[in-house]
């Protein structure tokens, strides 16, 4: 009963450190993600990041991006100040600018056949992968 109960414990201990993000450098992020950050993000100081199921970085004015473990952005999240238009694709731009000309895209997620967009009117919106606009996200 002894050894059953060491070994759960022992497995329960191995699972708690398997799921917890675990902090990484700069130099340790993909080279993807390090070139995505250098060129979108340029002169913004790096603060941390974590690795678990993907790379969570958090910059000095307050944006989180998230990677893949191969380095692919999934997530860019940018508090209080726009997403560079470096990243968004051109149709969700324009059609932003159109339908929204005082409001910014203060978040943009990579999901599998499309984008999701909020915007700093808390607006969420969603595009297929041409950008094109879908349908206001509940």
Same mark, same amino acid.
């Given at each position: 009963?002894?050894?059953?109960?060491?070994?759960?414990?022992?497995?329960?201990?191995?699972?708690?450190?398997?799921?917890?993000?675990?902090?990484?450098?700069?130099?340790?992020?993909?080279?993807?993600?390090?070139?995505?950050?250098?060129?979108?993000?340029?002169?913004?100081?790096?603060?941390?990041?974590?690795?678990?199921?993907?790379?969570?970085?958090?910059?000095? *004015?307050?944006?989180?991006?998230?990677?893949?473990?191969?380095?692919?952005?999934?997530?860019?999240?940018?508090?209080?100040?726009?997403?560079?238009?470096?990243?968004?694709?051109?149709?969700?731009?324009?059609?932003?600018?159109?339908?929204?000309?005082?409001?910014?895209?203060?978040?943009?997620?990579?999901?599998?056949?499309?984008?999701?967009?909020?915007? *700093?009117?808390?607006?969420?919106?969603?595009?297929?992968? *041409?950008?094109?606009?879908?349908?206001?996200?509940?």
């Amino acid at each position: 009963m002894k050894k059953l109960l060491v070994l759960l414990l022992s497995v329960a201990a191995i699972n708690v450190y398997a799921v917890t993000d675990r902090p990484v450098t700069f130099a340790q992020l993909p080279q993807k993600a390090q070139q995505f950050i250098t060129k979108h993000f340029s002169g913004v100081e790096f603060l941390s990041a974590t690795v678990d199921d993907d790379y969570e970085v958090y910059l000095a *004015n307050g944006t989180k991006v998230e990677f893949t473990l191969q380095g692919d952005w999934k997530e860019v999240k940018c508090p209080g100040s726009a997403v560079p238009a470096t990243i968004v694709p051109p149709a969700i731009t324009k059609y932003v600018k159109t339908k929204f000309p005082n409001n910014t895209i203060v978040k943009i997620d990579k999901k599998y056949g499309g984008y999701d967009v909020e915007l *700093n009117n808390d607006m969420e919106l969603k595009f297929d992968k *041409n950008g094109n606009f879908l349908t206001y996200d509940d």
